[in-house]
């Protein structure tokens, strides 16, 4: 468990890390704020509440929240990978502006 806990810990960091190398110093903690915001609104609502509306909607018996369970990351493993590729030629050119204006402001 401690060894699956290590591994499953580090994507945790990529996106605060992310986020810190596109925003400009001024706007740091307030993007900070938002991203937490943000992620737990998603990560606290959807996630529960679509293995519950499953469980007791489709499944209909609580004996079978693993299957919800496993329905749920099944398609929002997918969903991630797809919306993160999405967002990688975006996440470039900010990059690419950000080290613009880095290398003006020094």
Do not use: H
């Amino acid at each position: 468990l401690c060894l699956s806990n290590f591994i499953f810990s580090f994507p945790s960091g990529g996106g605060p890390a992310a986020l810190q190398i596109i925003t400009p110093n001024e706007m740091r903690a307030q993007v900070a704020a938002i991203y937490v915001l943000v992620l737990g609104l998603v990560g606290l609502l959807l996630g529960p509440t679509s293995v519950a509306l499953l469980t007791d909607y489709v499944f209909r018996d609580p004996m079978k929240v693993g299957y919800s369970i496993s329905v749920v990351a099944t398609l929002a493993g997918p969903a991630s990978v797809s919306l993160l590729y999405l967002a990688l030629r975006p996440y470039r050119r900010a990059v690419d502006a950000a080290g613009g204006w880095a290398s003006r402001s020094s």
